[in-house]
């Protein structure tokens, strides 16, 4: 399974006027609820607020993966929101966020599917420009593009993008 295969253009908000972490977990979950992915947008926050209290999601570099098991998923899918202004966020490095992947998987598939999905955009995340390309994205399009673009970023150009990133699985 790849986030490639569901990523969903309903669920994918790049010019999120938000203040906080806060506004923005609560957008991303009604758009969730509005595209069918979720039933109850105060049920599924508050399970991702659990997770939130276990450890940070924001993982460096302007991204923030929060995710958590609920009850309230009806279809597992990744909310994608961009800020049109970086958010405070308990980030590994201290930084704003700017761009947000926001998991919704249901309790009974959250070990195989999450453990999977986590692993596949950790990988891309990792790869050639994709978190410079992200920041710059203003459409589905290049959100995708994003992903597909396996270039290489020049060696001193990757340590600096991806040298404090650490991502945890939990």
């Given at each position: 399974m790849s986030v490639l295969d569901i990523f969903d253009k309903r669920v994918v908000d790049l010019n999120m006027d938000v203040k906080n972490k806060d506004e923005a977990i609560r957008l991303?979950?009604?758009?969730?609820?509005d595209a069918g992915y979720i039933a109850d947008v105060?049920?599924?926050?508050?399970?991702?607020?659990?997770?939130?209290?276990?450890?940070?999601?924001?993982i460096g570099e302007g991204i923030a993966i929060p995710h958590g098991k609920s009850d309230s998923v009806k279809n597992i899918g990744i909310a994608v929101g961009k800020c049109r202004h970086p958010i405070e966020w308990e980030t590994l490095d201290g930084k704003p966020v700017e761009v947000i992947f926001l998991f919704c998987v249901s309790k009974s598939r959250?070990?195989?599917?999450?453990?999977?999905?986590?692993?596949?955009?950790?990988?891309?995340?990792g790869s050639g420009n994709t978190i410079a390309?992200?920041?710059?994205?203003?459409?589905y399009d290049e959100l995708l593009r994003a992903f597909q673009d396996n270039s290489s970023a020049p060696v001193?150009?990757?340590?600096?993008?991806?040298?404090?990133?650490?991502?945890?699985?939990?």
């Open positions: 991303m979950a009604s758009h969730l609820k105060e049920e599924f926050v508050a399970d991702i607020y659990l997770r939130e209290k276990e450890g940070c999601t924001g959250y070990n195989t599917d999450h453990l999977k999905l986590l692993g596949d955009l950790a990988g891309r995340l390309n992200l920041k710059k994205m203003k459409t001193n150009d990757m340590e600096e993008m991806t040298g404090d990133i650490e991502i945890k699985f939990q």
